[in-house]
């Protein structure tokens, strides 16, 4: 059973740095895909960044260089970095994962590099229950 457990939500200000861990456990895949997503209530869930188990990671446009996504394979735990909060980046942020076989990983690199929200659950099979993050301006 894999499970996944964010952490490090909490409230910021504006200009502010968090860094978001989801451990992982359940699972032994040598290739795999996870990913950060955000959601705020009333609108549609969207991907923020992904990280495959070969290193390559990819990234939502409106990310614009302030986010990191990495993972510590010795903590099995996927992270990400946050700097330069903005109150929009305000949202329950959701850790997923799933094998990385087939076209996964390059549905998640077109669908991360459109425009449209890219809501992940038809690619991820695995999620957490989320962590909180408000910004406040």
């Known amino acids: 059973q894999v499970q996944l457990v964010e952490s490090g939500g909490g409230s910021v200000q504006a200009g502010d740095s968090l860094t978001l861990s989801c451990e992982a456990s359940g699972y032994t895949y040598s290739s795999y895909c996870m990913g950060w997503f955000r959601e705020v209530p009333g609108k549609e869930r969207e991907g923020v960044a992904a990280?495959?188990?070969?290193?390559?990671?990819v990234y939502a446009k409106f990310v614009k260089g302030r986010f990191t996504i990495s993972k510590d394979n010795a903590k099995n735990t996927l992270y990400l970095q946050m700097n330069s909060l903005k109150p929009e980046d305000s949202a329950m942020y959701f850790c997923a994962a799933d094998l990385a076989g087939g076209r996964l990983w390059s549905t998640v690199v077109a669908e991360l590099r459109r425009e449209a929200p890219f809501n992940g659950r038809a690619v991820f099979g695995y999620w957490g229950q989320g962590t909180q993050v408000t910004v406040s301006s």
């Open positions: 990280f495959h188990s070969d290193g390559s990671t």
